[in-house]
Structure formats: structure tokens, C-alpha cells
């Protein structure tokens, strides 16, 4: 297993347009998170799965963003109608369930709103 | 809300040279990740504490975790270069069956 993918590793979109991206995890973890990160800040959580159940979503999240995760295996992020506020990198993360919840992170996709 | 708060927030140094950075709470955490994130991709774990007290090593690098788990600390002896980067630590929320809070780092220079 090569670890956390994520695709593509760089947008760039024009505000009003939508997005999609894609997180594929380590094979065997069951969950999935979704973070974004800005210039000087740690990672902010989104979202996360558990198999295909999206158990938690941030109040940060406008209903603009959402994810899946359809067979419980890769995941998708969209975000409809970007807006300039919305670059960021955003960062994909799996684990397996438990309490130490050691998260393994992709290389985040780049995402610039102009 | 647990917060996590990492200091300092920048740190140059001279190759050689021994430093410290930390991560305080005034919660208790079950657990706390180090992570190392270099410009452009995703953070790396370093290593996880989960005992009061616990010193865990990594070649160059200990960590070490509060007796209270309310804070931990990352120590580097002799910095190289390779060693610059963002450092994160990060916790399991309260009552959170999974998600996790994240410090906002401290970014460590380390001059050849």
C-alpha cells in the first residue's frame, strides 16, 4: 500500500465554479477525514467517515461543501459555487478506528479560487 | 472546545544547535500525535504519547508527554537541515468519538 492519494494535487477555478476531489485511503482504515489548511494555520476538520457513514460534519462547513464516501472506500469533497475564501489546501487523512486515532494524511490538493 | 496551543510559532536556528517546542492545553487529552508538515504537503506522523510521563524517542528526536496529559514537548538535538519543517501536535477532541484538534504549529527553520 503506497499510502493516502489524493487527485488532483492542484486547482485553480474561477469563483462561482464547482470542484471535486478525491481522497483514496490506506486500504485497510475504515476512516476517513477531511480537513482544510490555511497559510499559518493547523489543519481545521471538515468532516470524517466511518465506512461509508459520514458520522460528523464541522458548523464550519457551509452547505456549499459536501463529501462521500459511496462503498466506504475513496471519498469525494465538492464544493459548489467556490468562492475566494474558500482556497485553502485541503488535506485528506485515514485511520483505523480507535482511540490513538493515528491519522495518515495525503499530499492535500491546492485549491485557488480566483 | 479543546484547544492546543504550540510555541513558538517560529524558530531559526543554526544547524548543530539543540531546541524545544511545545504543546499546552488546559484540557486533558487521551492521547497526542506529533506531526511534521513540509511547504506543499500533507502532515507526517512523527509519533503518538498516550501515557502521563511517557518519553518516546525517535532518533534525534523526544517527546515527551505531561504527567496530567495536558502538554507535551518535542525536543531536537543537534538540528540538521533536514529537519525544517512545520511541527503540529494534535488530540483527539472531547467526547469526540473522531475527530481530532489540530495546534497551528510551529515552523522550524534550520540554517546550514
Known amino acids: 500500500d503506497t499510502g493516502v492519494s489524493q487527485n488532483p494535487r492542484h486547482k485553480i477555478t474561477k469563483r462561482g465554479q464547482n470542484v471535486t476531489f478525491r481522497c483514496d485511503p490506506i486500504s485497510e482504515h475504515n476512516r476517513l477525514y477531511w480537513y482544510r489548511q490555511t497559510l499559518g494555520q493547523g489543519p481545521e476538520f471538515l468532516t470524517y467517515?466511518?465506512?461509508?457513514?459520514?458520522?460528523?460534519k464541522s458548523r464550519l462547513l457551509s452547505d456549499r461543501f459536501s463529501a462521500e464516501r459511496p462503498k466506504g472506500s475513496f471519498s469525494t469533497l465538492e464544493i459548489q459555487r467556490t468562492e475566494q475564501g474558500d482556497s485553502a489546501m485541503y488535506l485528506c487523512a485515514s485511520s483505523l478506528a480507535g482511540a490513538m486515532r493515528e491519522q495518515y494524511f495525503g499530499p492535500g490538493t491546492r485549491l485557488t479560487v480566483t | 472546545t479543546q484547544l492546543l496551543e504550540q510555541s513558538p510559532q517560529f524558530l531559526s536556528i543554526q544547524e548543530g544547535e539543540n531546541l524545544t517546542v511545545y504543546c499546552n492545553s488546559s484540557s486533558v487529552f487521551s492521547s497526542l500525535q506529533w506531526y511534521r508538515q513540509e511547504p506543499g504537503e500533507g502532515p507526517v506522523l512523527l509519533v503518538t504519547?498516550?501515557?502521563?510521563?511517557e518519553v518516546k524517542k525517535l532518533k534525534r528526536l523526544t517527546f515527551q508527554f505531561g504527567d496530567a496529559r495536558k502538554d507535551s514537548s518535542l525536543h531536537i538535538t543537534a538540528a540538521q537541515p533536514g529537519d525544517t519543517g512545520l511541527y503540529l501536535c494534535?488530540?483527539?477532541?472531547?467526547?469526540?468519538?473522531?475527530?481530532?484538534?489540530f495546534g497551528d504549529g510551529t515552523t522550524l527553520t534550520v540554517k546550514p
Open positions: 504519547v498516550v501515557t502521563g510521563g
Open positions: 494534535a488530540g483527539p477532541s472531547n467526547g469526540n468519538a473522531g475527530k481530532s484538534t
Open positions: 467517515f466511518q465506512n461509508e457513514a459520514q458520522l460528523e
